[in-house]
């Protein structure tokens, strides 16, 4: 049991680049997450997801497009790096919306 | 507009304290209030949570004590070691069809020193 899990752990990326963060659990969980994590901001939802082919917005969700095809993977793409966009990235997943969710490990993300 | 508000931010015990971190929410409609540990370089990972029909919630040392009609939540933690050096942040979530939506505190650094 993997739990959820997010590659790659590290990246970087020139402005203008587009790329794609994956994240994939295998708890059958219904509802998964972005956050983006930065010093002395908490963490901030960028996209979610409440099953297959259904996604929305968060707070902070300009420069960034998810899909949802499966319920396993939850990939979010960024389309064209900007430094504000340097960031830690937490891919989360939960059975129900008001449980508990579990995170994936992060990836670590600088665009230069 | 920032909806879950926590304090300190920085937070330093000796071993064997007791370390209390505070979380002030807004939206009445929120009835899931999860607490969060991080360490360095992982994600973050559930610690205990309460729902509003309960004043108190323990699980081992660690104690949320909650305040309906003030819109307040704390976590205690009691009898703390070095290895509960972490940081933690409060959530909530809740409200009709945004149940799925978790809004955190921005965080407190805990150092416990030996």
């Known amino acids: 049991n993997a739990g959820v899990t997010q590659t790659p752990k590290f990246q970087v990326l020139k402005t203008g680049q587009s790329m794609t963060l994956q994240c994939a659990q295998d708890?059958?969980?219904?509802?998964m997450s972005w956050y983006r994590q930065d010093p002395g901001m908490g963490l901030r939802l960028i996209h979610y997801?409440?099953?297959?082919?259904?996604?929305d917005q968060g707070e902070v969700p300009n420069g960034y497009n998810v899909s949802r095809s499966t319920t396993e993977d939850f990939p979010l793409r960024l389309l064209s790096a900007a430094p504000s966009q340097t960031s830690v990235y937490f891919c989360?997943?939960?059975?129900?919306?008001?449980?508990?969710?579990?995170f994936g490990s992060g990836t670590r993300l600088t665009v230069v | 507009q920032q909806q879950v508000k926590q304090s300190p931010q920085s937070l330093i015990v000796q071993k064997g304290g007791i370390p209390i971190i505070n979380c002030a929410y807004e939206?009445?409609?929120?009835?899931?209030f999860p607490w969060y540990q991080q360490f360095p370089g992982k994600g973050p990972a559930l610690l205990i949570a309460?729902?509003?029909?309960?004043s108190e919630k323990k699980e081992g040392r660690f104690t949320i004590s909650f305040n309906k009609s003030a819109k307040q939540f704390s976590l205690h933690i009691m009898d703390s070691q070095p290895g509960d050096s972490a940081t933690y942040f409060c959530?909530?979530?809740?409200?009709?069809?945004?149940?799925?939506?978790?809004?955190f505190g921005k965080g407190t650094l805990l150092t416990v020193n030996p």
């Open positions: 989360a997943s939960s059975l129900q919306g008001n449980y508990g969710y579990t």
């Open positions: 708890m059958n969980h219904e509802y």
């Open positions: 997801s409440v099953g297959a082919g259904i996604t």
């Open positions: 939206n009445t409609a929120f009835d899931y």
């Open positions: 309460i729902r509003p029909d309960v």
């Open positions: 959530a909530a979530t809740g409200g009709g069809g945004s149940n799925y939506k978790l809004t």
